[in-house]
């Protein structure tokens, strides 16, 4: 046997070679979670103990974006490497159809062809089905994740104030009684008699948990006013208090199936903090604040519970982790929680300003809207520290490939470009410029910002390295620089090649 021993180390060797060449990637992605959100980026009144110390052991970005300032457009952009304007992509209702066509390329097939066994877990809000005929929630509920990549799901197939209210596993709805079939629609299908539940408008005392203060008062569904209408289905309704505990059940089930052998590449996509801000019990009053600190302590908490479940299980020290967010800060968002106290110049959360030092929130082009938490850890090939680069989730699916060696046509995450040695700490820029969406486009070209104007107004125009906060608009003083900002972000929206090949040519 001692013979064998030169050889199996060379084995072994070769293995952890190919290890660090394929290691693990983990995007935790939280919902609605602003820049200032975390202890590591300043937060005071929640405490986010799991968060700061990934932080402290990785790489923290103080200009990391996701690409819009909402979350479909957000999600379909780091899943896809494309900006979701070029393809109407929009906050969906509950009944649309998948906004990322199977024939798209994605991150996660990416990875596929990379050696990759894929996963995601949690909120979903890219649509499902095909859009031609409805959604067979009864039957085989797709096309949906499993049609663009990912071998394996567990879904909040749309967002958590809406419905259906259910979890749907790969293709099928979970748990669901046929004798109690699920619809999805404002029109009562023709012959039910399943479950119906009270309707928000007409029944306002049906909203036990709180009140609606706009637009969620549809289908009320344990206690809380949903946006869109569900029949049936009881059998199938989650419970909203446990619904990060279900997630992170979900995960450690599949972590529990990985071996050395295959790596993954897991997208867990939480619901917190998006309304309804519905926390376990047992963190109600942690933070210092409402509903929304509380909903922030159990997003580092589920946090916590993958970077154990990773420890656990041996996957930590090949296991890239990612930590980012859909979209910057809200405070009152259709649910009267408590949240929003009124300051004297900005909304904020008794004091917690979600958005830190920045400008604006969710729905918002300025930098509060898509300047977003970014931290990303893997042991041993990352320094921990802190980065001025400037990152867009939206070259993710670029970078990863650069990295593992997988070339993307030119037709393929258009708008995504290589950063891979700004996310390992290797480049102190990242992107030179980069586009910023939410009811309008912005550009970014180092610390200056134009925002696009209409129709006769003529924009604004940004120095970030003296003004942090966009209170000094400089469209005027700085006439031709916005001008030429202006050519800039024009040619990049409107060129249907992408971003990669327009900036490639200049």
């Known amino acids: 046997m001692r013979y064998l021993t030169p050889l199996l180390i060379g084995l072994s060797s070769v293995a952890a070679a190919m290890g660090t060449e394929h290691p693990n990637v983990v995007v935790i992605y939280g ?12 937060a005071e009144l929640i405490p986010t103990p799991h968060l700061d110390r990934l932080a402290s052991q990785g790489l923290r970005f103080t200009d990391g ?12 952009s780091l899943l896809t490497g494309i900006h979701g304007f070029r393809h109407g992509v929009r906050v969906l209702p509950p009944n649309a159809p998948m906004k990322i066509q199977p024939d798209m390329y994605t991150l996660p097939q990416m990875f596929k062809e990379a050696g990759y066994e894929t996963a995601v877990i949690g909120k979903w809000h890219l649509g499902l089905g095909d859009g031609k005929t409805p959604v067979d929630w009864n039957g085989d509920v797709k096309p949906g994740p499993l049609e663009v990549g990912f071998d394996y ?20 709805v979970l748990n669901l009684d046929p004798a109690d079939p699920l619809f ?5 299908p023709e012959g039910f008699a399943g479950t119906v539940y009270p309707d928000g408008r007409t029944h306002p005392e049906a909203m036990t948990y709180y009140a609606s203060s706009h637009g969620h008062n549809n289908s009320v569904i344990n206690g809380i006013g949903r946006i869109g209408v569900q029949w049936g289905g009881k059998s199938a309704l989650w419970n909203d208090e446990t619904m990060a505990d279900e997630f992170v059940s979900q995960t450690k089930k599949f972590l529990a199936r990985q071996s050395a052998e295959q790596p993954f590449f897991l997208f867990f996509s939480s619901q917190d903090i998006h309304v309804p801000r519905v926390p376990h019990p047992r963190f109600h009053g942690i933070s210092k604040l409402s509903y929304r600190g509380d909903a922030m302590v159990q997003l580092d908490f589920a946090a916590g519970a993958i970077l154990k479940a990773l420890d656990r299980y041996g996957l930590a020290e090949n296991t890239i982790v990612i930590f980012s967010s859909d979209n910057g800060p809200v405070y009152d968002d259709g649910y009267e929680d408590g949240t ?29 809207g898509t300047r977003v938490p970014l931290i990303i850890r893997w042991p041993g090939h990352i320094e921990a520290g802190v980065s001025a680069a400037a990152i867009n ?19 393929q995450g258009i708008d995504s470009r290589n950063v891979w040695p700004a996310l390992m700490g290797e480049d102190p820029v990242g992107t030179p410029i980069l586009i910023e969406e939410a009811r309008g486009v912005a550009l970014r070209q180092g610390n200056w910002k134009y ?48 971003v990669r090949q327009a900036l490639a040519s200049k």
């Open 31 to 42: 919902d609605d979670v602003g820049y200032g959100d975390l202890g590591a980026y300043g």
């Open 65 to 76: 974006h996701c690409s819009a300032a909402t979350c479909t457009p957000s999600r379909f």
């Open 153 to 172: 799901s567990f879904l909040l197939p749309s967002t958590n104030d809406r419905v259906p209210c259910v979890y749907v596993e790969n293709h099928r």
């Open 184 to 188: 999805v629609g404002k029109k009562k």
């Open 340 to 368: 929003t106290v009124q300051t004297s110049t900005k909304e904020s959360d008794r004091g917690h300003d979600g958005s830190g030092p920045y400008r604006g929130g969710k729905y918002q082009i300025y930098e509060g």
């Open 393 to 411: 989730q939206i070259d993710f699916l670029a970078s990863f490939a650069a990295f593992l060696g997988v070339d993307l046509a030119a037709d």
């Open 451 to 498: 925002i696009a104007g209409r129709g006769k107004n003529p924009g604004e125009l940004y120095d970030l390295s003296k003004d942090i906060g966009e209170q000094e608009n400089l469209i005027s003083s700085e006439g031709e620089r916005a001008l030429k900002m202006k050519a800039l972000l024009d040619s990049l929206v409107n060129d249907d090649k992408g």
